[in-house]
């Protein structure tokens, strides 16, 4: 079936430093890749996502790469704020008709230290 | 509101007690889900519901786990006799439909934090 790994955390980080946390997935087909933010206390935000192959998605200074030849979506930011300090979970749908059922990676925590 | 709604936020029970956790979608989307997350297990799904229906049951760990919804609007998750490992954050999503390679995103609730004692 469909399945993410990513990065084992903690990761930390100085505030102003460059984030990559690394995802790669295993695949039937080519279906729609997320990256979810959990912030301390609070449910799983959508933060970006990409629906095709080369599709890059972005939001909030975020991005990541649907990379079909390295079956890679890794999430990256150029400066990051202590504001990004979250679990971030990569995800695609399970394979087949219905596609809806979430898989999730294990998450990796990032913490921003001024 | 505008997004998933979950109650009751917290709800700490004695082992062998039924409990019951609340999930108010957003308003028009018709795919519901039902995930827990817990320390050793990281996000597991449950449940999904489109409209009142439940096609996909396979998550549920147990018998003691059961979920219903009603009026294509709110759903519940009901636990019966409760055990220490049902100890874990519920999480419930939805989104616009629920099909087409996930196209459509999941909006999550703030979850219900379960502590079983």
């Known amino acids: 079936g469909n399945s993410v790994t990513q990065m084992e955390g903690p990761v930390t980080l100085s505030e102003e430093a460059f984030l990559t946390i690394n995802c790669t997935y295993t695949?039937?087909?080519?279906?729609?890749l997320f990256w979810y933010v959990q912030y301390p206390g609070e449910g799983l935000q959508l933060l970006l996502k990409?629906?095709?192959?080369?599709d890059k998605g972005s939001n909030k200074g975020f991005e990541a790469t649907y990379r079909k030849e390295t079956t890679s979506f890794h999430l990256e930011k150029g400066s990051v704020q202590v504001s990004d300090s979250a679990v971030y979970f990569c995800?695609?749908?399970?394979?087949?008709?219905?596609?809806?059922?979430?898989?999730f990676g294990k998450g990796t925590k990032l913490s921003v230290i001024p | 509101g505008a997004g998933v709604s979950q109650s009751p936020s917290n709800k700490v029970t004695e082992k062998g007690k039924d409990v019951e956790l609340r999930c108010d979608p957003i308003?028009?989307?018709?795919?519901l889900y039902w995930y827990r997350q817990s320390l050793g297990q990281g996000l597991e799904f449950l449940i999904y519901?489109?409209?009142?229906?439940?096609?996909?049951k396979s998550g549920l760990p147990s018998d003691r786990f059961s979920a219903e919804r009603t009026g294509g609007s709110v759903s519940t998750l009901t636990i019966q006799r409760t055990q220490q490992e049902d100890s874990a954050v519920y999480l419930c999503?939805?989104?616009?439909?629920?099909?087409?390679?996930?196209?459509?995103?999941?909006?999550f609730g703030d979850g219900t934090r379960l502590s079983i004692l």
């Open positions: 519901f489109q409209g009142n229906s439940a096609p996909d």
């Open positions: 990409a629906t095709k192959a080369d």
């Open positions: 999503a939805s989104s616009l439909e629920g099909g087409g390679q996930g196209n459509q995103p999941q909006h």
């Open positions: 695949a039937t087909g080519y279906p729609s």
């Open positions: 995800a695609l749908p399970a394979p087949g008709a219905g596609s809806y059922q979430l898989t």
């Open positions: 308003s028009g989307h018709t795919a």
